[in-house]
């Protein structure tokens, strides 16, 4: 679904929003309804949490509902438009300060410090679930983008591992051998990212631009677009990146990535990703940074919330929403469960309680955060209205360029071109 089809769904949806205010944390009975995105051990993780809390609160029942990320915001824009929004859902970065704007979201403010404690959060863990002043999510984790990779394997071929120290240019380089190494047909030493958001971001921000200004305008130009359709177009012929038939068989959930299905020795993931990539893959795996923000490089990666969970406007049961979220932030027994799948805790008592009962994936993503933290650049504005269907436009030029539908220069154009178009609209 696009995102002008979204946000059409959205504005019919939420006319006369108002937050509501039923007590219904008094009735016998209450069953509420969760939403999120994720992979089976997401779930599964989830589930066992929401038993937990069933057990403490005699008379609740919470209802999950899940889906992979492709098919979330879609079903999510026709919940709204249907008015049949689920009590507690995940929200992501991208996309709260739209449905927040929209009044699909309820502020939780009233409920803070009484129902919802966030003394424990870090002043920015709490604003990153801010939009114009209020608190419409709270943060389940912190994590940043990360290179993910096939550690067993790499060791195995006997080539080093990527690091963050490395330039782009040598990562390709690294990329390329892997594939000779391996010497498996339709074997990759990494994805194919041309097509990947988050990637253009960081290589962005490394050279000083932006992906979206302040202004909710591009932050980039055709030359910084040719440059990066370059780079990955010159991988793919020197066999470091996944051919275009290959690389479409990923559909941006964990199960169908490249590195999962084995197709590829690397992927570009999120931190909080790696139980869940480790989940679905014998060979060990670890991460590191994206390249080129080494050797006194401009910081492309940042801190960012992993995702949030956010109460709908409509709920009749805002209350005993705001307790299941303060419930996933400060329980102890549940964030045992829960463990770093989500992020690193963004409660500090939390962090505390749950590092030592972390197996080496858990303790592998806390590092990360704390080795990256010094490292990182300031958290960027959000992306503006539109920003999803650019990031289509994306992987559909790069696909075209890898196909050879289109050039390089040609690519750049049309993506600017389109980009444009689609914010002028938002």
């Known amino acids: ?229 370059a780079l990955w177009d010159g991988l793919r012929k020197r066999g470091g990146a996944a051919a275009p038939d290959v690389q479409a068989l990923d559909m941006g959930e964990i199960d169908s990535s490249l590195l999962t299905s084995g197709k590829a020795a690397i992927a570009f993931a999120n931190s909080n990703q790696l139980v869940g990539y480790q989940a679905l893959n014998k060979s060990k795996l670890a991460m590191t940074m994206y390249p080129g923000g080494g050797a006194g490089g401009k910081p492309g990666q940042y801190l960012k919330p992993a995702m949030l969970w956010s109460v709908a406007a409509r709920t009749k049961n805002g209350k005993p929403a705001a307790e299941v979220l303060d419930f996933y932030a400060n329980d102890a027994e549940a964030n045992l469960i829960l463990g770093v799948e989500r992020g690193v805790p963004a409660s500090a008592a939390m962090r505390h309680a749950v590092e030592p009962s972390l197996d080496e994936l858990g303790r592998a993503q806390v590092q990360y955060i704390s080795f990256i933290t010094d490292k990182v650049g300031p958290l960027p504005a959000p992306p503006p209205a539109g920003a999803g269907e650019v990031q289509n436009v994306l992987r559909r030029v790069n696909e075209q360029i890898g196909f050879g539908k289109s050039s390089v220069k040609d690519g750049a154009s049309q993506f600017v071109t389109e980009a444009k178009a689609i914010l002028a609209r938002g």
């Open 1 to 229: 679904m696009a995102d002008t089809t979204r946000r059409s769904l959205l504005t019919a949806a939420v006319a006369g929003v108002v937050a509501g205010s039923t007590p219904a944390w008094a009735q016998a009975d209450l069953r509420l309804r969760m939403y999120w995105w994720g992979s089976k051990e997401r779930a599964e993780r989830t589930e066992k949490a929401n038993q937990l809390y069933q057990a403490k609160h005699q008379g609740v029942t919470i209802a999950g509902e899940t889906l992979g990320w492709g098919d979330y915001w879609p079903r999510l824009a026709t919940q709204v438009a249907g008015r049949n929004v689920a009590d507690v859902l995940q929200m992501d970065y991208r996309y709260i300060f739209e449905y927040a704007r929209r009044g699909a979201l309820m502020p939780l403010d009233e409920f803070v410090p009484a129902t919802l404690h966030l003394g424990d959060f870090s002043p920015g863990a709490v604003d990153s679930g801010k939009v114009d002043g209020k608190i419409y999510g709270i943060s389940l984790g912190l994590n940043s983008t990360a290179l993910m990779y096939d550690k067993g394997l790499l060791q195995q071929l006997g080539v080093k591992e990527p690091a963050w120290s490395m330039s782009w240019s040598e990562v390709g380089d690294l990329a390329v051998e892997i594939t000779k190494a391996a010497k498996r047909d339709g074997y990759f030493g990494m994805q194919d990212a041309g097509r990947y958001e988050p990637a253009l971001e960081v290589w962005l921000r490394q050279r000083g631009r932006a992906l979206y200004g302040a202004d909710g305008k591009l932050g980039f130009d055709e030359q910084d677009a040719a440059e990066w359709f």
